[in-house]
């Protein structure tokens, strides 16, 4: 199983949370950085093969106060995701969470992007 967490924390604006799920995803340099390209990542994840996939997004609060349509596009996105990968006999799962991915009440530590 891929588990991945997708930290939103602070994340105001689309432009943001997509760079910050090519970075938590690995997305090869060619993404665009738009809807479309998100979908067609999502359903290819070729440089990331799993029979499981498992992403947490963490931190929605900020996003949903600032762009709440970003926010369910992305949820929408996720979900045909979803459909895609269970005809493809994969798991493909999504959760979102107001708070930390582990359930802690303190704010995250910063850290570096793998990229």
Same mark, same amino acid.
């Given at each position: 199983?891929?588990?991945?967490?997708?930290?939103? !924390? /602070?994340?105001? /604006?689309?432009?943001?949370?997509?760079?910050?799920?090519?970075?938590?995803?690995?997305?090869?340099?060619?993404? /665009?950085?738009?809807?479309?390209? @998100?979908?067609?990542?999502?359903?290819?994840?070729?440089? @990331?093969?799993?029979?499981?996939?498992?992403?947490?997004? !963490?931190?929605?609060? !900020? @996003?949903?106060?600032?762009?709440?349509?970003?926010?369910?596009?992305?949820?929408?996105? @996720?979900?045909?995701?979803?459909?895609?990968?269970?005809?493809?006999?994969?798991?493909?799962?999504?959760?979102?969470?107001?708070?930390? !991915?582990?359930?802690?009440?303190?704010?995250?530590?910063?850290?570096?992007?793998?990229?």
């Amino acid at each position: 199983m891929l588990d991945l967490h997708i930290d939103l !924390a /602070g994340c105001e /604006g689309k432009s943001e949370l997509l760079r910050r799920v090519a970075n938590a995803l690995r997305f090869p340099d060619w993404f /665009g950085h738009n809807w479309d390209a @998100l979908a067609d990542s999502l359903t290819d994840l070729s440089w @990331l093969p799993a029979a499981h996939y498992r992403l947490t997004i !963490a931190h929605t609060t !900020a @996003l949903r106060h600032a762009s709440p349509e970003t926010l369910d596009t992305l949820q929408e996105v @996720l979900s045909e995701a979803g459909d895609y990968w269970r005809g493809e006999g994969v798991s493909f799962e999504f959760s979102f969470l107001e708070g930390p !991915a582990d359930g802690s009440t303190s704010p995250p530590t910063p850290h570096a992007s793998p990229r």
